[in-house]
């Protein structure tokens, strides 16, 4: 049986090649799901519904769109990832650990020190913090072995 793991958050590193890659190479048996990490398809996700003359309305409709492939696979996974950068505010990614929470589904933060303070309340409904994702790596391979 494989463990699901949705990967939520940042979009500009490759924190979640490295994470499927380290897996890879330990033999860990892992299910990888993510949220559209597109970011030009992401932002027109509802395009399909009709245009929008105002950002704010073409931005909802493709946030519910997206909202279908991210709660499905939230409430699917076996663990969460979620993934905050130091570049970008990702409110996505607080909602997704929010919703997490929510749901008293395991999830685990990964950001560096500079953000404990921004996210104390999200990491202390986590199951874990870590830095890199190597560190990941070796959770997921202690939990599956």
């Not at 990614?93 to 303070?117: N, Q, R, S, V």
């Amino acid at each position: 049986m494989a463990f699901r793991v949705y990967l939520s958050g940042e979009i500009h590193s490759d924190w979640r090649q490295r994470i499927i890659d380290a897996c890879k190479a330990k033999q860990v048996e892992v299910e990888f799901v993510s949220p559209n990490t597109d970011h030009e398809s992401s932002d027109a996700a509802g395009d399909c519904l009709g245009a929008e003359t105002q950002n704010f309305w073409r931005d909802h409709k493709s946030a519910k769109v997206n909202a279908i492939r991210i709660q499905t696979a939230i409430q699917s996974c076996d663990l969460a990832i979620i993934r905050f950068g130091n570049k970008y505010k990702q409110w996505n990614a607080a909602f997704d650990a929010g919703f997490c929470a929510a749901l008293g589904k395991p999830y685990l933060t990964l950001h560096d020190e500079e953000l404990i303070h921004a996210l104390k309340e999200v990491d202390a409904a986590a199951n874990g913090w870590a830095t890199t994702p190597e560190q990941i790596v070796e959770i997921l391979d202690y939990t599956l072995r």
